[in-house]
Structure formats: C-alpha cells, structure tokens
C-alpha cells in the first residue's frame, strides 16, 4: 500500500480478531500490535476492526469486544463490529457493550445464501452489513439464470452478483489476487438490475443449504 503512493485516507483498512490472549490485557495488546503492524506511523489507526467469529463461546466474545472497545475509544480503530453473528449474538451484546450497536456486520452473502432474518435485523438496528463471498467463489459462473442476466445487461456473472448485493443495500467483499478481475469487479456503476432481474436472483435463495463458509445462527 505505501509503494502505491496512496495516501492513508484513500485506503480503507479492515482487520479480525479471531481469539483472546491470556487475559484482557493481552487481548487488548494483540489488536493494538495488530493496528502498529497495519499502519506504523505515530497516530497509526485501522479504519474497521471485526469480531471474525462467534463461535468461540458468550465469554470469549465478551472479552474481544472489551478490547476492541478500548482501542476504538482511544482512536485506534475508527469502527468497529463483529463477523458471522446472528441476531441473539448481536443481542446479547447489548448486556456488555459500551459500543452498541456493532457498526458492521460481515456475513457470507449471495443469491444460494441470503441471510434474509440476519439481514433484515441488521438493517433494522442500522448495522451495516457486508457481503463475504459475494461472487461465491466463481463456482455458479455456469448458472444458467445468473447467465441469463448478465448477457442481457452485457455485463460479467460476477459484475452481476456484485451489483446485485449493491442494490441489496450490502457493501460486498468480492476478492481477487488477478489485476483485471480487480477492474472488472469495480466496474458496476454503468447498470442496473430491474425488478425482474432482482426477483429472479433472489429466487435462487437456498437458505443455509446454499452457504459455502457458515451461514448464521440467528437463535
Ligand atoms: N468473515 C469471514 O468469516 C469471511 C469468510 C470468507 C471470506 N471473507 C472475506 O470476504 C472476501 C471475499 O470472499 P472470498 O474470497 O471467499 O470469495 P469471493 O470474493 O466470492 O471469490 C473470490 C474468488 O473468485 C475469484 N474471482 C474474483 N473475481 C473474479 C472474476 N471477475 N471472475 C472470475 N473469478 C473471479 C478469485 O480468483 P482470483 O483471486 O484468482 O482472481 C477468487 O478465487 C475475502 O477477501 C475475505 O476477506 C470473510
């Protein structure tokens, strides 16, 4: 990032904590060396920092949390919110948290797999939510109805599935180590998806079953 010349501001930095040190205090310490390590300079921060997983359990959860409050509160980190949770994650937060509600959400998120009760929490409580796997990995590049959509708008399957989690309201995440494919993938303001195009996406839902990392739980 610095070999590109950017300046900090034009970069948008997330980062996870996935579990806790020894005590709090190490806890805390393992994300303030995450942000040095990020972004060295003397006010040094990271513009998100995430909660990766709920799994771990109520009060690893707790614990993660209390650090990444501390570091938000000293500037550290400028937002701060968790990943995979599901509505009573998020709720439970409420008996702990300084900080409420999380700022974002991130959840796997594609037509097979839409999250449509985490979701609508989320925009409820005004949670951002973004999308992880938003182009599924490439593995429905062959599905017909997706295929449908994107050649009537000229468009790639992936141009496709990342506008579509736009109009969706989610920030998708989609991924590429590939030069073109970064451009290709940023390429999404010059269409839009109508209604039947919409409808015909959101058919494809599969619930939990069309999840290729982990879909909530939302109990
Ligand atoms: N919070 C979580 O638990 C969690 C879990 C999984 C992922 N994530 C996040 O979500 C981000 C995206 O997820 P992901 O990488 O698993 O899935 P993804 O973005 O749906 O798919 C990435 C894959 O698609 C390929 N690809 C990218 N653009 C393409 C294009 N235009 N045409 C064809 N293939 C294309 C990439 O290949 P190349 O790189 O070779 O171009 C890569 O193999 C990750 O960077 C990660 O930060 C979060």
């Not at 904590?17 to 205090?25: K, M, T, V, W």
């Amino acid at each position: 990032m610095k070999q590109s010349g950017l300046s900090r501001s034009d970069v948008y930095i997330t980062s996870k904590i996935l579990s806790p040190a020894s005590d709090d205090e190490a806890t805390y310490q393992q994300v303030v060396d995450s942000v040095k390590k990020i972004d060295p300079s003397s006010n040094g921060y990271v513009d998100l920092f995430l909660i990766h997983s709920p799994n771990a359990g109520s009060e690893i959860r707790q614990k993660l949390w209390k650090a990444l409050e501390r570091a938000h509160k000293e500037g550290r980190i400028r937002a701060i919110g968790v990943s995979n949770y599901g509505r009573g994650h998020i709720e439970e937060m409420k008996k702990y948290a300084t900080v409420w509600p999380p700022q974002v959400n991130q959840i796997e998120l594609h037509p097979w797999c839409q999250q449509k009760e985490a979701v609508e929490y989320c925009q409820q409580n005004k949670i951002l939510v973004e999308a992880y796997c938003p182009l599924v990995r490439n593995q429905k590049s062959d599905d017909k109805t997706l295929n449908a959509i994107a050649d009537k708008h000229a468009k790639t399957t992936g141009q496709t599935l990342i506008r579509w989690a736009i109009q969706r309201g989610f920030v998708p995440l989609p991924k590429s180590d590939t030069p073109s494919r970064i451009t290709a993938n940023a390429d999404i303001y010059d269409f839009v998806l109508d209604k039947e195009d919409m409808a015909a996406l959101d058919n494809l839902d599969q619930g939990a079953q069309g999840s290729i990392v982990q879909a909530v739980d939302n109990s």
